[in-house]
């Protein structure tokens, strides 16, 4: 398709999408749902009627028929019926979408700079499996869910036309619906152009900082958005900083923010050669080649090497993968956040200060705290909380559906023995 075929679709239309399905919920059935959130699992269904395919936008009733809301349904998923409305007025069509989308639009407008932010983040807007990050003029969509999946063209062509009213027009769209959790949902993992072709490296500027973004072959759409505000909080600390080391740099982001804040020299490490020839291509980018130095190694072997070489730093950054993506081995996981902020402490000066976060939902907050804690003891090291973070405003917490929280973020000060 051509952008121009989005801005031509009538997401004005008042034709209803709902199908002729219906799902009627157990007696006691839906509690989470009916507390505000908006998935309706699998053991929760009583009934099943109608003339309805996977992915149609079905009624969900309650066990005695009382109206509960309009969803997409797949029988395939444990996760059987994801919400779009509860209001019976709100029957679903473009237009509704199209008011969903400007919705979400204009709330990026109020919170966040938006030259670079997620747009559309999938439940926390209503719009459940759909997620699109702006980069520029870009715009790069994943899609998870199978009856949003249907949807995403007539989703992306409101998306067009309401930034166009605002002046902003889209070069091109790039799909990355390739993570393995579509597979739950019956669909294939897929990539590429949903629009005409253009360069898909893709520059950026984020708190004065230039990237280039990869929105083909980087991780996710190609740059961790939700930490925006974060790699700016490291600033003040690194500003006077002799040495900074910052690991699970990726694409060099907060490095490059700790010298572009003042610090003197800063080691950036990732296992993935990709990634640091990308750090290396934003460092040139930006002019601070000369103040960051590579290195491509495993976090995990490189930390004890350093310990026992006696290194030191003012500043230690640790932006670790998501250690677990399922309740099964959250155990597993906070032995490992455990023993990377063990070895971050370990290399901090006194005084110095300690930036760690993990981005894993099932990693919950108080687990986090107390892996950080468990550390701190075995590292023989006092800490002080600077501050606790979360994702950027542009990746909205939907307290009523606990996978949109998942970024955990805490600056610390190493505190000097006294």
């Known amino acids: 398709m051509n952008i121009s075929d989005y801005l031509a679709y009538d997401t004005k239309s008042t034709k209803s999408l709902v199908g002729a399905g219906e799902v009627k919920v157990k007696k006691g059935g839906a509690r989470e749902f009916k507390a505000g959130g908006l998935w309706i699992y699998d053991n929760e269904i009583a009934e099943t009627k109608g003339d309805f395919a996977d992915g149609d936008i079905v009624r969900v009733l309650d066990f005695d028929?009382?109206?509960?809301?309009?969803?997409?349904?797949?029988?395939?998923?444990t996760i059987r019926v994801r919400i779009l409305s509860r209001r019976e007025g709100d029957v679903i069509t473009p237009a509704f979408l199209y008011e969903r989308v400007k919705a979400a639009w204009k709330y990026r407008k109020a919170v966040i700079d938006t030259?670079?932010?997620?747009?559309?983040?999938?439940?926390?807007?209503?719009?459940?499996?759909?997620?699109?990050?702006?980069y520029g003029d870009i715009l790069v969509i994943e899609s998870l869910c199978l009856g949003t999946d249907r949807l995403k063209s007539l989703i992306l062509a409101a998306l067009v036309q309401v930034l166009h009213q605002d002046g902003i027009r889209v070069r091109g769209i790039y799909e990355r619906s390739d993570a393995k959790v579509r597979e739950k949902?019956?669909?294939?993992?897929?990539?590429?152009?949903?629009?005409?072709?253009?360069?898909?490296?893709?520059?950026?500027?984020?708190?004065g900082v230039k990237y280039i973004v990869d929105v083909k072959d980087g991780q996710k759409t190609g740059f961790f958005l939700d930490q925006k505000l974060n790699r700016k909080a490291i600033r003040p600390m690194c500003a006077?900083?002799?040495?900074?080391?910052?690991?699970?740099?990726?694409?060099?982001?907060?490095?490059?923010?700790?010298?572009?804040?003042?610090?003197?020299?800063?080691?950036?490490?990732?296992?993935?050669?990709?990634?640091?020839?990308?750090?290396?291509?934003?460092?040139?980018?930006?002019?601070?080649?000369?103040?960051?130095?590579?290195?491509?190694?495993?976090?995990?072997?490189?930390?004890?090497?350093?310990r026992e070489a006696g290194k030191q730093y003012?500043?230690?950054?640790?932006?670790?993968?998501?250690?677990?993506?399922?309740?099964?081995?959250?155990?597993?996981?906070?032995?490992?956040?455990?023993?990377?902020n063990r070895e971050g402490l370990l290399l901090v000066k006194d005084g110095g200060f300690l930036a760690t976060c993990s981005c894993s939902h099932f990693m919950e907050p108080q687990m986090f705290a107390d892996a950080?804690?468990?550390?701190?003891r075995d590292a023989h090291k006092r800490i002080r909380q600077v501050e606790f973070r979360q994702q950027a405003?542009?990746?909205?917490?939907?307290?009523?559906?606990?996978?949109?929280?998942?970024?955990?973020?805490?600056?610390?000060?190493?505190?000097?023995?006294?």
């Open 240 to 306: 006077h900083a002799n040495e900074v080391l910052d690991l699970f740099t990726h694409t060099g982001s907060f490095g490059l923010n700790a010298a572009m804040a003042g610090a003197k020299h800063v080691i950036s490490v990732d296992a993935s050669d990709l990634a640091i020839e990308q750090a290396k291509q934003n460092a040139k980018l930006n002019g601070l080649e000369d103040r960051i130095d590579y290195l491509v190694a495993d976090v995990f072997d490189y930390l004890p090497k350093q």
């Open 115 to 134: 030259l670079a932010c997620r747009v559309i983040f999938g439940e926390a807007d209503f719009l459940p499996g759909i997620t699109v990050d702006k």
């Open 372 to 376: 950080i804690k468990e550390a701190a």
């Open 393 to 418: 405003p542009d990746h909205p917490i939907l307290w009523a559906n606990d996978a949109s929280y998942y970024l955990k973020f805490y600056i610390f000060q190493v505190c000097e023995e006294r």
């Open 185 to 207: 949902e019956g669909l294939e993992r897929t990539k590429g152009f949903l629009s005409e072709e253009f360069d898909t490296f893709v520059p950026i500027t984020e708190n």
């Open 314 to 340: 003012d500043v230690v950054i640790l932006d670790p993968p998501a250690f677990t993506k399922s309740r099964n081995s959250v155990k597993a996981a906070f032995r490992g956040y455990r023993e990377i």
């Open 65 to 77: 028929g009382y109206f509960l809301g309009y969803g997409v349904i797949n029988r395939k998923s």
